[in-house]
């Protein structure tokens, strides 16, 4: 029996349970609840964020989910499970003593870029240094006291308002990257990498451009939903013929563009084998 299970951990999940019971029903058409993972081994600091966040309580038309973890590993599982199910934490509480090895968990392993991570700091604990703090997109640090009522209410809704903002901005972003047509990054997306890539000196990658012939002709005399069906399978084919570190984009109505390491020899590297450039001419003879 660990100290949780004496301090009456056992006890108070089942009261939290009660808890979560009494919280009004959700309409049919609400927006997803916003999760929250509370990961400490206080069982106090469980229950004041269930009675905090889940007595109907609700921010830019969202309510919010409470989630517990009582250690690093716990949380870990709870993180990857609810990535894996679609349904990401937007909040992390995490007790400062557990360590920061969970944000970089967070962050590197699992890849949740956007979950708002707030430190729970006991009484009389120092937070980690700016550096830190910086390094790892720690939002905020708060005192153990001040985590109850109205104020636990504020930090959440605001941590939700910082999340939201971050995968709008991050949807955008792979909106402005991406073209939909041939599901292929765009020109500006190939354009970036390519100037960083000589801007940091690289010298050995190569850049092609592939055209259609007599793509023009093509669309005009069978149609435009026909030339748009010959893009999609020409960019399906380039992209399985071509090695996964080539960059294959579309920058220009026809033409891709392609962007990988120099060949260094016959047996590796990230331009296509023989066999496969033979697969990418036959996938470009259909077009002519």
């Known amino acids: ?14 009261s939290l349970a009660g808890i979560a019971d009494a919280a009004p029903a959700a309409p049919a058409d ?14 106090g600091m469980h229950a004041a964020a269930v009675t905090a966040l889940e007595r109907g309580q609700t921010a830019f038309d969202r309510s919010f989910s409470v989630l517990h973890a009582e250690s690093a590993e716990q949380a870990r599982a709870t993180l990857l499970r609810q990535r894996d199910s ?5 909040v992390l509480l995490l007790e400062q003593a557990l360590g920061l090895e969970l944000v970089e968990f967070v962050r590197r392993t699992a890849g949740l870029a956007d979950i708002r991570v707030v430190l729970l700091c006991a009484e ?19 005192g153990r006291g001040e985590m109850a009522g109205s104020r636990l209410l ?29 599901r292929l990054p765009n020109r500006a997306h190939f354009v970036e990498q390519v100037d960083r890539h000589v801007r940091e000196g690289g010298h050995d990658h190569l850049l092609a451009l592939l055209d259609i012939d007599e793509f023009s002709a093509a669309n005009e005399v069978m149609g435009h939903r026909f030339g748009d069906r010959l ?28 962007w990988g390491r120099r060949r260094r020899s016959t047996s590796r590297g990230c331009w296509p084998a023989p066999a496969s450039r033979s697969a990418s001419r036959a996938c470009l003879s259909t077009c002519r």
């Open 1 to 14: 029996m660990n100290a949780l299970q004496h301090a009456g951990w056992s006890v108070g999940r089942a």
């Open 30 to 43: 609400a927006l997803p609840a916003c999760q929250v993972l509370v990961v400490d081994r206080d069982a």
């Open 86 to 90: 679609g349904a990401d934490v937007a």
């Open 124 to 142: 009389g604990e120092a937070p980690p240094p700016l550096e830190a703090l910086l390094r790892h997109d720690i939002g905020d640090f708060r």
């Open 154 to 182: 504020a930090l959440a809704a605001a941590a939700l308002h910082a999340y939201e903002r971050l995968c709008q901005l991050r949807r955008l972003s792979g909106q402005a990257y991406f073209d939909p047509l041939v």
């Open 231 to 258: 893009l999609e399978t020409v960019a399906r084919r380039l992209d399985a013929a071509l090695a996964g570190e080539v960059l294959l984009a579309r920058v220009a109505p026809t033409p891709s563009g392609c």
